[in-house]
C-alpha cells in the first residue's frame, strides 16, 4: 500500500518537528547575532567526538546508501558490503595520516590545501571542479533517489517530495555547521532505529514465507536461497563484475575511491577541521565503528527483498518502464511495515536524506564563500558578509540541483553506481595530487597541474578505449572482461587504478624536471610525530581491523 497512515504522520511529523525546530530555532535566535565564519561554517571547537562520528555517518548515509545499495544487494549481493566494510578501515587511515597535517597546516578547505601547497591557479580550479560535482552529481541524485522513495512511500508527487527534502535541509543548514552536527545525531538516532527495525521486518518475512519465524531462521534461509548474493569476491564470470571486479576490492581501485572520498572530501573532512586532533580522531573512530553496521541496514533488506521476489512477491512493484529495477527493493520493503512502524522507518530514510543533503550544501558554501567569494569577489569582506553569502549559496544550490535533478538519468543506471562510476572519473587524479602533496615534499603546481586534467582525461580515455583497443590481454589477470557489446572492457574500479598509477607516474617525472629547472615548490609542516596516536585510538583501531579480518573470513 503506497500510503502513509494517521499514526505513521503523527510519527514524522514529530521527527519533523524537533529537527527542523532546533534548526530554525538556532538560526532565530543568532541572527541578529555577527556569527564568525569558522563558527558558522567549521562549528570551531562545539563539535564533540560523538557529534563528529554522528555526523559523518549522517552526511554519508543517504538515499544512494537506503535506495542504491540495497538496489545492489538485490542486484549482486552482499559484495557491494565492501564499500562500507572497506570504509571504515579507510577511516582510521585519514585519522591517522591526513587529519593532523590539516589541523597542523590550519586547512578550512580543500582548495585552500591545494592553494597553500601547490599555488591559487590550481586551489581555484579546483573549487570551481568540486562546486559542480558536489550540486550536479551528489545533491542531484540524493534529492532525486530521496524523492523517488519518499514518492513511492507516500503516494506524494516525486518533484513535491524533492522539494520538500530542499527545504528541509535548507533549515537546517541556515543554522551553521553546529546545527547540523547535533541534529545529526538526532538523524543518525533516526536512521539506525528505523534502519534496522525494517531489517528485521525483511528477514522475519523471510523466514514466514518458509513457514519459520525470527531473523537469525530468515538469514539462514537467505544464505541457503540466495548463497552466491553471500560472496564478498566476485569471480570473473558473475555478472556484476564490472561493479566489483574481484580483488579490487581489497587490493585495487577500491582504496583510491574511499581515501579520496574520506581523506581529500570537504563535506566529510569537514567536520572534523573545527576540532582538536584527539576529539577529531575518536570522532573518526567511532563513525568507523558505525560504519561496521551499515550493511545490516543498507544490504540485508535489498538480499531479503531478491529472496522474495524470486519467491513471487513483489512482481510488479519491482517492475518500472517494463523492466525490473533494483533500486525500488527498499521502498517496496517498506511498504510492507504496519502502521506506525512504517512512519519510523520512512523517518529514518528522510532523515538520512536530509543530512546528507545539509552537510553538502554546508560544504558547497564553505567552498564557494572562501574559495571563489573572498578570494576573487570581495577580499575585504566582513564576517557578516560571507556568513550571508554562505546561506545564500546554500538556497540557490539547492534549487538548481532539484531543478535539473530530473534530467540526469539517475534512475537507468543504479543511483549507487551512478554516483560511484561518475566521481572515480576524477577520484584517481585528485588523489594522487592530494597524496603527493602530504608526502612528498619535492612535488611541484606542474605535476598536481597534470594530475588534475590527465587524471580526467585518462579515466576518459580508459572508459570509452573500448571502442578502438582491445584489452583482452588483461583478461587472464582480471582487469578486462566481455561486455554486452562482446567487447572487453575494463572496469571502472580498476581503470581508477591504471589511472592513479598513471596520474603517480607523470607527477614523479614531471616534478623531477622541474626540479632540475629549479622550479618553486610550497610545502607543508609536516613531521613523523604528528602521526603518533593515543592508547584509546590504537585499542579501538584494532579492534575495527580484527572485526574486518573475521568478516571477510566468513563471507569470502
Given at each position: 500500500?503506497?500510503e502513509?497512515v494517521?499514526?505513521d504522520?503523527?510519527?514524522?511529523?514529530c521527527?519533523?518537528?524537533?529537527?527542523a525546530?532546533?534548526?530554525?530555532?538556532i538560526?532565530l535566535?543568532?541572527k541578529?547575532?555577527v556569527?564568525?565564519?569558522?563558527e558558522?561554517f567549521?562549528?570551531e571547537?562545539k563539535?564533540?567526538w560523538w557529534?563528529?562520528?554522528?555526523?559523518?555517518?549522517?552526511?554519508n548515509?543517504?538515499a544512494?546508501?537506503?535506495?542504491?545499495?540495497?538496489?545492489s544487494?538485490f542486484?549482486?549481493?552482499l559484495?557491494?558490503?565492501?564499500y562500507?566494510?572497506?570504509?571504515?578501515?579507510?577511516?582510521l587511515i585519514?585519522?591517522?595520516?591526513?587529519?593532523?597535517?590539516?589541523?597542523?597546516?590550519?586547512?578550512?578547505?580543500?582548495?585552500?590545501?591545494?592553494?597553500?601547497?601547490?599555488?591559487?591557479?590550481?586551489?581555484?580550479?579546483?573549487?570551481?571542479?568540486?562546486l559542480?560535482?558536489y550540486i550536479?552529481?551528489?545533491?542531484?541524485?540524493?534529492?532525486?533517489?530521496?524523492?523517488?522513495?519518499?514518492?513511492?512511500?507516500?503516494?506524494?508527487?516525486?518533484t513535491?517530495?524533492?522539494?520538500?527534502l530542499?527545504?528541509f535541509?535548507?533549515?537546517?543548514?541556515?543554522?551553521?555547521?553546529?546545527?547540523?552536527?547535533?541534529?545529526?545525531?538526532?538523524?543518525?538516532?533516526?536512521?539506525?532505529l528505523?534502519?534496522?527495525?525494517?531489517t528485521?521486518?525483511?528477514?522475519?518475512l523471510?523466514?514466514?514465507?518458509?513457514?519459520?519465524?525470527?531473523?537469525?531462521q530468515g538469514?539462514?534461509?537467505?544464505t541457503q536461497?540466495?548463497?552466491?548474493?553471500?560472496?564478498?569476491?566476485?569471480h570473473?564470470d558473475?555478472?556484476?563484475?564490472?561493479?566489483?571486479?574481484?580483488?579490487?576490492?581489497?587490493?585495487?581501485g577500491?582504496?583510491?575511491?574511499n581515501?579520496n572520498y574520506?581523506?581529500?572530501?570537504?563535506?566529510i573532512?569537514q567536520?572534523?577541521l573545527?576540532?582538536?586532533l584527539?576529539?577529531a580522531?575518536?570522532g573518526?573512530?567511532?563513525a568507523?565503528f558505525?560504519k561496521?553496521m551499515?550493511?545490516?541496514?543498507v544490504v540485508?533488506?535489498?538480499?531479503?527483498?531478491?529472496v522474495?521476489?524470486?519467491?513471487?512477491?513483489?512482481?510488479?512493484?519491482?517492475?518500472?518502464?517494463?523492466?525490473?529495477n533494483?533500486?525500488?527493493?527498499?521502498p517496496?520493503?517498506?511498504?510492507?511495515?504496519?502502521?506506525?512502524?512504517?512512519?519510523?522507518?520512512?523517518?529514518?530514510?528522510?532523515?538520512a536524506?536530509?543530512?546528507?543533503?545539509a552537510g553538502?550544501a554546508n560544504s558547497?558554501?564553505?567552498?564557494?564563500?572562501?574559495?571563489?567569494?573572498?578570494r576573487?569577489l570581495?577580499?575585504?569582506?566582513?564576517?557578516?558578509?560571507?556568513v550571508s553569502?554562505?546561506?545564500?549559496?546554500v538556497?540557490?544550490?539547492m534549487?538548481i540541483?532539484?531543478i535539473i535533478?530530473p534530467?540526469?538519468?539517475i534512475?537507468?543506471?543504479?543511483?549507487?553506481?551512478?554516483?560511484?562510476?561518475?566521481?572515480?572519473?576524477?577520484?584517481?587524479?585528485v588523489?594522487?595530487?592530494?597524496?603527493?602533496?602530504?608526502?612528498w615534499?619535492?612535488?611541484?603546481?606542474n605535476?598536481?597541474?597534470?594530475?588534475?586534467?590527465g587524471?580526467?582525461?585518462?579515466?576518459?580515455?580508459?572508459?570509452?578505449s573500448?571502442?578502438?583497443?582491445?584489452?583482452?590481454f588483461?583478461?587472464?589477470?582480471?582487469?578486462?572482461?566481455?561486455?554486452?557489446?562482446?567487447?572487453?572492457?575494463i572496469?571502472?574500479l580498476?581503470?581508477?587504478?591504471?589511472?592513479?598509477?598513471?596520474c603517480?607516474?607523470?607527477?614523479?617525472?614531471?616534478?623531477?624536471?622541474?626540479r632540475?629547472?629549479?622550479?618553486?615548490?610550497?610545502?607543508?609542516?609536516?613531521?613523523?610525530?604528528?602521526f603518533?596516536v593515543?592508547?584509546?585510538?590504537?585499542?579501538?583501531?584494532l579492534?575495527?581491523?580484527?572485526?574486518?579480518?573475521?568478516?571477510?573470513m566468513?563471507?569470502?
Amino acid at each position: 500500500m503506497n500510503e502513509l497512515v494517521v499514526a505513521d504522520y503523527v510519527i514524522f511529523i514529530c521527527y519533523f518537528i524537533v529537527v527542523a525546530g532546533y534548526g530554525l530555532w538556532i538560526y532565530l535566535r543568532k541572527k541578529s547575532e555577527v556569527v564568525s565564519t569558522k563558527e558558522y561554517f567549521l562549528a570551531e571547537g562545539k563539535l564533540t567526538w560523538w557529534a563528529i562520528g554522528a555526523s559523518l555517518i549522517a552526511s554519508n548515509i543517504s538515499a544512494e546508501q537506503f535506495i542504491g545499495m540495497s538496489g545492489s544487494g538485490f542486484k549482486m549481493g552482499l559484495a557491494i558490503a565492501s564499500y562500507e566494510w572497506m570504509s571504515a578501515l579507510t577511516l582510521l587511515i585519514v585519522a591517522i595520516f591526513f587529519i593532523p597535517v590539516y589541523l597542523k597546516n590550519k586547512i578550512f578547505t580543500m582548495p585552500q590545501f591545494l592553494t597553500q601547497r601547490y599555488n591559487s591557479n590550481i586551489g581555484i580550479i579546483m573549487a570551481v571542479f568540486w562546486l559542480l560535482l558536489y550540486i550536479v552529481v551528489n545533491l542531484t541524485s540524493i534529492l532525486f533517489l530521496g524523492g523517488l522513495a519518499i514518492s513511492s512511500i507516500s503516494g506524494f508527487d516525486l518533484t513535491l517530495c524533492m522539494y520538500f527534502l530542499a527545504i528541509f535541509s535548507i533549515l537546517i543548514t541556515l543554522g551553521g555547521m553546529k546545527v547540523i552536527g547535533y541534529t545529526d545525531v538526532i538523524q543518525v538516532g533516526f536512521l539506525v532505529l528505523g534502519g534496522l527495525l525494517t531489517t528485521y521486518i525483511s528477514l522475519d518475512l523471510v523466514a514466514k514465507q518458509f513457514g519459520g519465524s525470527g531473523v537469525i531462521q530468515g538469514f539462514q534461509l537467505m544464505t541457503q536461497y540466495a548463497d552466491g548474493h553471500f560472496e564478498m569476491i566476485l569471480h570473473q564470470d558473475n555478472p556484476n563484475y564490472f561493479d566489483l571486479p574481484g580483488l579490487t576490492v581489497i587490493f585495487g581501485g577500491l582504496w583510491i575511491a574511499n581515501l579520496n572520498y574520506w581523506g581529500c572530501n570537504q563535506y566529510i573532512t569537514q567536520r572534523a577541521l573545527g576540532a582538536d586532533l584527539k576529539t577529531a580522531r575518536r570522532g573518526i573512530l567511532f563513525a568507523a565503528f558505525l560504519k561496521l553496521m551499515m550493511p545490516l541496514i543498507v544490504v540485508l533488506p535489498g538480499i531479503a527483498a531478491y529472496v522474495l521476489y524470486q519467491q513471487g512477491y513483489f512482481q510488479s512493484e519491482m517492475i518500472q518502464d517494463n523492466t525490473l529495477n533494483p533500486d525500488r527493493a527498499y521502498p517496496v520493503l517498506l511498504n510492507l511495515l504496519p502502521s506506525g512502524l512504517k512512519g519510523l522507518s520512512f523517518a529514518a530514510l528522510t532523515a538520512a536524506v536530509v543530512a546528507s543533503l545539509a552537510g553538502k550544501a554546508n560544504s558547497i558554501a564553505t567552498i564557494f564563500t572562501f574559495d571563489i567569494y573572498q578570494r576573487l569577489l570581495n577580499k575585504e569582506a566582513s564576517e557578516k558578509r560571507m556568513v550571508s553569502v554562505g546561506k545564500i549559496v546554500v538556497v540557490v544550490a539547492m534549487l538548481i540541483a532539484v531543478i535539473i535533478a530530473p534530467y540526469l538519468g539517475i534512475d537507468k543506471k543504479g543511483g549507487f553506481q551512478y554516483i560511484q562510476e561518475y566521481t572515480g572519473f576524477v577520484s584517481p587524479g585528485v588523489f594522487a595530487m592530494f597524496i603527493f602533496g602530504f608526502f612528498w615534499k619535492r612535488t611541484t603546481s606542474n605535476a598536481a597541474m597534470f594530475a588534475i586534467v590527465g587524471g580526467f582525461l585518462l579515466s576518459i580515455g580508459l572508459k570509452f578505449s573500448v571502442n578502438w583497443i582491445n584489452w583482452s590481454f588483461l583478461e587472464p589477470i582480471g582487469f578486462a572482461k566481455l561486455n554486452e557489446a562482446n567487447r572487453f572492457e575494463i572496469p571502472f574500479l580498476d581503470r581508477m587504478s591504471i589511472a592513479f598509477i598513471l596520474c603517480a607516474l607523470g607527477m614523479v617525472i614531471i616534478s623531477w624536471w622541474d626540479r632540475r629547472r629549479d622550479v618553486e615548490v610550497n610545502g607543508l609542516e609536516v613531521s613523523a610525530k604528528m602521526f603518533g596516536v593515543d592508547r584509546v585510538f590504537a585499542v579501538g583501531g584494532l579492534l575495527v581491523c580484527g572485526i574486518l579480518v573475521a568478516l571477510y573470513m566468513m563471507f569470502w
